[in-house]
Each structure stands twice: as C-alpha cells, then as structure tokens.
C-alpha cells in the first residue's frame, strides 16, 4: 500500500511540476510579446504556445481530478506529497529565521553565495532572503489548503525558492 501511495504522489508531483513547466514558458510568451510586440523573430510559433497552453490546461485538469479523487479516497496520498513540500518550506523558513536572528544580534552571519547571480550587495541579499521566506511561509499556507481540499493545485516560485527541489525528501 505504502508503495502504492509513493506512486501516486509521485505522478501529482510530476503532473505539477509539469503545469509549472508549461506556465513559465507561457509566461515567457507574454513577456516577450509586451517587450518587443508580436513580430519579435524569437517568439515560438502560434501553434507552439496554443499547444502548451492546451497541454497546461489538460494536464492541470487532471492533476485536479487526481488530488480530488485521492483527497476523497485515499487522503494518504495527499499527505506525503504536500509533506514533501512542506518540509522544503519548512527548512527555508527554519534558516532565514536562524539568518535573520544572527543578523539582529549583530552576531557574524555569513549570507549564502548560492543566490541568483543578480543579487550583489548584502542588502540586495537580506531583501531577497526575506521575500524568500515570505513565498515559502505563503506556500506552506497554500499546502494547508491542497489537505483541506480548499485547492487543488499550487506552484513553486523558484526564483525566490532557488533550492526548493533540493530540500525536498521524498519519503
């Protein structure tokens, strides 16, 4: 059964992980069409996007009918998949409070160099950790709302949460 239940969270996990895929690249459209206009040579062509939008909309229509079906029938499954989630935001939120801590106390702290490569300065880092904390404290809320059946789908922002996928423990 356990097995079983692995199998389960892991194909939501994939059928996420795939809207988001499809999101970004819809949104990267968008940008580029408000930068440059319609006729920038670098667009994908009309059938690409309508096609990834097609695919995100079916792909997260079944991710939905899934969550619910399990929410309904087998709650086990959507435990151990948000649990997964919510131990990655769990350790984010765990070591910016530990960073922001030392920083109050005007102990030495050292701000991880692994951030995007735009964010310089200190306090370029500090802002950056702290809206960090911000969406993970904002996805775990979401989480809360996937178990409670509130919603049945989230997103990871992996700009703020860089290392998301690193910190998630698939057990």
């Not at 319609?38 to 009309?46: A, I, S, V, W």
């Not at 151990?80 to 109050?104: D, F, G, P, V, Y």
């Not at 702290?109 to 809206?131: C, G, T």
């Not at 989480?143 to 990871?156: E, N, Q, V």
């Amino acid at each position: 059964m356990k097995e079983n239940n692995m199998k389960k969270a892991l194909e939501l996990e994939e059928l996420r992980k795939r809207v988001d895929e499809l999101e970004k690249e819809i949104g990267k459209v968008g940008d580029m069409v408000d930068r440059f206009g319609h006729d920038y040579k670098f667009l994908p062509p009309p059938e690409t996007f309508f096609k990834w939008r097609e695919e995100k909309e079916t792909t997260q229509a079944r991710l939905v009918e899934l969550v619910d079906t399990y929410r309904s029938q087998n709650h086990e499954v959507i435990e151990l998949w948000t649990s997964w989630h919510q131990k990655a935001c769990e350790s984010i939120i765990r070591e910016n409070e530990e960073l922001q801590s030392n920083i109050e106390k005007r102990k030495s702290f050292v701000i991880p160099n692994s951030l995007p490569a735009e964010i310089q300065s200190d306090k370029d880092k500090i802002l950056y950790l702290s809206v960090q904390e911000k969406t993970a404290k904002e996805l775990l809320h979401r989480l809360r709302k996937i178990d409670t059946g509130k919603c049945s789908y989230f997103s990871i922002n992996t700009y703020y949460l860089y290392d998301y996928y690193d910190l998630m423990i698939l057990e």
